[in-house]
């Protein structure tokens, strides 16, 4: 199974398509390798996991993607340089339920957190890093 997730380039954002490369009864990871030219140190990474410990079950998951350094030219013997990660921006959930949380309590959640990220709040804390006021 694969994911695809759009990214925000503007005027047309990009599918971006994650091949399943582990999956284990409690976490799941994908990669894009076609991100930053298909080198493997430049691929994005997701995972989800789903964790029970007989009161309440965990749902996480996590987005990383790597900024490749931007190295021009060659070496001195004629050849590119290896691509080189500069840094990784990461996004991580934790959706904790109850047992005893119904289907739609657990629909709640998972649409209010959706909401949660789309808001003008987060959006200007993640675009311009403008601290949040509860006023």
């Not at 990009?14 to 799941?28: E, M």
């Amino acid at each position: 199974m694969s994911l695809t997730l759009t990214d925000a380039t503007p005027v047309t954002p990009v599918n971006r398509t994650f091949i399943g490369v582990q999956s284990d009864p409690t976490l799941a990871v994908w990669k894009d390798y076609t991100t930053n030219s298909g080198s493997a140190v430049g691929a994005g990474v997701a995972s989800l996991s789903v964790k029970e410990n007989g009161t309440t079950v965990r749902v996480s998951g996590k987005l990383v993607l790597p900024v490749m350094e931007t190295i021009s030219g060659d070496t001195d013997l004629g050849f590119d340089p290896v691509p080189t990660k500069a840094f990784e921006n990461l996004g991580s959930f934790d959706l904790v339920f109850p047992v005893r949380a119904s289907l739609q309590n657990r629909k709640d959640l998972k649409a209010m957190f959706i909401d949660l990220l789309g808001d003008a709040v987060v959006t200007a804390a993640v675009e311009n890093f403008v601290h949040p006021t509860a006023s």
